[in-house]
């Protein structure tokens, strides 16, 4: 028997099969390297969020303490009389229902943390152990003869797998008191 070969037989050469499979690699790579920027900045968003969250819920708590406050007879918190406020670094105390009442931040394993206590301090935690505060502070002006008495906190904080992503914010206060 004899086999004959066709020529006519149409198919692909190799340096078609290897251009072919380049340019597919090319574009895999591309669409890889997208996909990671996006996950990434993804991630970012999310921690970011986090501790926006955070930061969020202690000033909620915060407004809604700090805002019934009472005057100070100067007997406890170590409140001079006259007086809405005992503030130090990353500190306050303030009066609240005949009771004291302090934010401090305070570190915790390396994780500086804010915290809410009541007379005795506690581990009360309000922000969790992925956000960092880095900058805690209240500035106070409760001279109540020139009106209201006012507290404007401001907190940096970071993500702690992203330190080099902060976040800042600063409200004030009014306390509601009237003579």
Do not use: W
């Not at 301090?121 to 020139?146: A, Q």
């Not at 009106?147 to 906190?153: D, E, F």
């Amino acid at each position: 028997m004899i086999y004959q070969i066709k020529k006519n037989k149409k198919a692909f050469t190799l340096i078609e099969i290897l251009v072919s499979i380049s340019i597919v690699s090319f574009v895999i790579l591309a669409t890889t390297s997208i996909f990671r920027s996006t996950m990434n900045s993804q991630k970012k968003l999310v921690m970011d969020s986090a501790v926006l969250n955070d930061i969020n819920y202690f000033l909620k708590l915060a407004t809604d303490n700090i805002r019934n406050s009472e005057i100070s007879d100067g007997s406890i918190c170590g409140i001079a009389a006259d007086k809405f406020f005992d503030v130090q670094a990353n500190f306050i105390a303030f009066i609240k229902d005949g009771q004291c009442h302090y934010f401090e931040a305070i570190d915790d394993d390396g994780v500086m943390r804010l915290v809410m206590y009541t007379d005795s301090k506690g581990e009360n935690y309000i922000t969790s152990k992925k956000t960092n505060i880095t900058s805690f502070n209240f500035e106070v002006e409760d001279f109540i003869e020139f009106g209201q008495p006012l507290v404007t906190i401001s907190i940096k904080a970071t993500p702690v797998d992203e330190p080099e992503n902060d976040v800042q914010t600063q409200t004030s206060v009014s306390i509601d008191y009237y003579e």
